[in-house]
């Protein structure tokens, strides 16, 4: 494993290490156990739409593994005036030890990763998400023992949450239930390729995607750059939402999880937000175990 710009990449096998090498590295830190794994590196982290949980995540992870991270604003970087990808990762390579990108265009990453020589990390693109599904599987583990048969019913729009969470959840062996609106299925191609493992469901009836779940979860309408079709989405996506209803159709210990930041009365009730913050926060908490094992995997 050299980067990680998407689950894909990676096999059944590298995706379980790294779960299992979170797992370690949340128990040590738990116990007060240092791993300065990094000392001495310094991960740039470029940026050029919002975040929190990566931000921070990522920023407080590479301090616990002994190293540094530089925020790189993608608005002041060059790259935001038109430098191109190519000359900026081959820039970058000479300063730092890895890069954590989250941008709009998944080619800007695979570039990035093909022009420079150091490790690239996907921190989200328009295309997938990565480092969340890792932490979601993580959390799944924490709470359901196993994968194994267990059921996810993803609820909303077929955008990068859905994309990832389809690859990450067929590679551990579990089944996967999109439930979308007609026109907002995910990627084709990852269609094609989940109907053929025979544990891919694409329905706009959510309800029975709901049937039987073990987890359920949810995203945004509308993700970021797409602010102009917020209103259309609003009316497209009305009642595909995670409410106290949907919950009586899963299994009846069903965990929700939620990416964040959520929007409460639109995909998810504030109610079953609330009910379900134990483990919709563990899995924000997840995001920096599991991105340290990323880190060091790649970077060590
Ligand atoms: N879930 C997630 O990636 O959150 P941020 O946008 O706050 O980084
Ligand atoms: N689908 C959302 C995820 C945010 C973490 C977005 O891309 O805005």
């Not at 929190?52 to 002041?76: C, H, I, K, P």
């Not at 990627?187 to 390729?193: F, G, Q």
């Not at 939402?241 to 919950?247: A, F, Q, T, W």
């Not at 919709?280 to 790649?298: D, S």
């Amino acid at each position: 494993m050299k980067h990680l710009l998407k689950l894909a990449d990676l096999t059944s096998k590298e995706i379980i290490d790294l779960l299992n090498m979170a797992d370690q590295l949340k128990f040590e830190k738990k116990n007060g156990i240092d791993h300065p794994h990094l000392k001495g590196k310094t991960l740039g982290m470029i940026f050029t739409k919002a975040s929190t949980r990566t931000r921070v995540s990522f920023e407080v992870g590479m301090y616990q593994l002994g190293g540094n991270a530089l925020f790189l604003s993608g608005n002041d970087m060059q790259i935001g005036r038109g430098e191109p990808a190519e000359d900026t990762a081959r820039v970058l390579s000479k300063y730092l030890d890895g890069i954590m990108i989250r941008t709009y265009a998944q080619s800007e990453v695979e570039k990035l990763a093909a022009f420079g020589t150091i490790p690239v990390i996907n921190g989200l693109t328009d295309y997938c998400h990565p480092c969340q599904v890792l932490a979601d599987l993580m959390t799944i583990r924490e709470f359901k023992g196993s994968f194994k048969g267990k059921k996810l019913c993803f609820v909303g729009d077929g955008n990068n949450m859905a994309n990832s969470l389809i690859v990450g959840c067929i590679k551990v062996g579990m089944n996967i239930a999109i439930a979308c609106p007609k026109g907002y299925e995910p990627d084709a191609e990852l269609i094609k390729w989940g109907y053929e493992s025979g544990k891919l469901q694409i329905t706009d009836d959510v309800r029975k995607a709901a049937e039987g779940a073990d987890v359920l979860y949810t995203d945004v309408w509308a993700s970021m750059g797409q602010e102009a079709e917020a209103k259309a989405r609003r009316a497209a996506f009305k009642g595909f939402c995670i409410d106290s209803e949907l919950m009586k159709a899963a299994n009846s210990d069903a965990m929700v999880l939620h990416c964040l930041p959520a929007h409460r009365g639109e995909e998810i009730t504030a109610e079953v937000l609330e009910a379900h913050a134990k483990e919709i926060f563990e899995e924000a908490e997840n995001r920096m175990h599991a991105q340290k094992a990323v880190m060091v995997t790649l970077m060590k």
